[in-house]
T-cell receptor, first 117, second 114 residues
Framework: GAVVSQHPSRVICKSGTSVKIECRSLDFQATTMFWYRQFPKQSLMLMAT?????????EQGVEKDKFLINHASLTLSTLTVTSAHPEDSSFYICSASKTGAWDQPQHFGDGTRLSIL | GESVGLHLPTLSVQEGDNSIINCAYS??????FIWYKQESGKGPQFIIDIRSNMDKRQGQRVTVLLNKTVKHLSLQIAATQPGDSAVYFCAETLYGGSQGNLIFGKGTKLSVKP
């Protein structure tokens, strides 16, 4: 299989709080992991590509200082939403592929529902 | 039938019928296509994929058809079950492209009536 685990599944916190989301590949090593954001009834939007041992690559319009990504090992990437505000409320989803090849599917975690009050 | 508007396109089918979900992809140079199923509150789940050198691929109860001439991808689900109710996304990427260049379609909501 190709299991990706994401934690926590849901977070509710006050404005100004920083929130860390973990993404783990449980049964394979992932050199590259991806972070997406999804608004209700919309498709997934890629935020950044997380590379083990190097800096993440952010998509245009995504603030790197706002969304800190760390890929400390081949099985773990973290996304930290710093000083979160209500507009950061969303569904955040990570994914990973076994090989990183262009013609292999990405496998997704079950997402984190972030609600900022 | 299908409806398109401010919400996700929705396809309603009767349990046991076959479902066909369509996707018009954007880039004629795309080489690899994937169908994902997303249930409410969960992440997308891989269903089936196809490379551009094929026009049909079958899995368990699912078939993907690719028509590169009109940039059209479809997912056929045989004997649709209530558990198939979800939002289905097609995704495309380019040969040799970065894995992150996985472009998702807008999604179609499949509702299965018992």
């Amino acid at each position: 299989g190709a299991v990706v685990s994401q934690h926590p599944s849901r977070v509710i916190c006050k404005s100004g709080t920083s929130v860390k989301i973990e993404c783990r590949s449980l049964d394979f090593q992932a050199t590259t992991m991806f972070w997406y954001r999804q608004f209700p009834k919309q498709s997934l939007m890629l935020m950044a590509t997380s590379n083990e041992g190097s800096k993440a690559t952010y998509e245009q319009g995504v603030e790197k200082d706002k969304f800190l990504i760390n890929h400390a090992s081949l099985t773990l990437s973290t996304l930290t939403v710093t000083s979160a505000h209500p507009e950061d409320s969303s569904f955040y989803i990570c994914s990973a592929s076994k090989t990183g090849a262009w013609d292999q599917p990405q496998h997704f975690g079950d997402g984190t529902r972030l609600s900022i009050l | 039938g299908e409806s398109v508007g401010l919400h996700l396109p929705t396809l309603s089918v009767q349990e046991g019928d076959n479902s066909i979900i369509n996707c018009a992809y954007s880039n004629s140079a795309s080489d690899y296509f994937i169908w994902y199923k997303q249930e409410s509150g969960k992440g997308p789940q891989f269903i089936i994929d196809i490379r551009s050198n094929m026009d049909k691929r079958q899995g368990q109860r699912v078939t993907v058809l690719l028509n590169k001439t009109v940039k059209h991808l479809s997912l056929q689900i045989a004997a649709t079950q209530p558990g198939d109710s979800a939002v289905y996304f097609c995704a495309e990427t380019l040969y040799g492209g970065s894995q992150g260049n996985l472009i998702f379609g807008k999604g179609t909501k499949l509702s299965v009536k018992p």
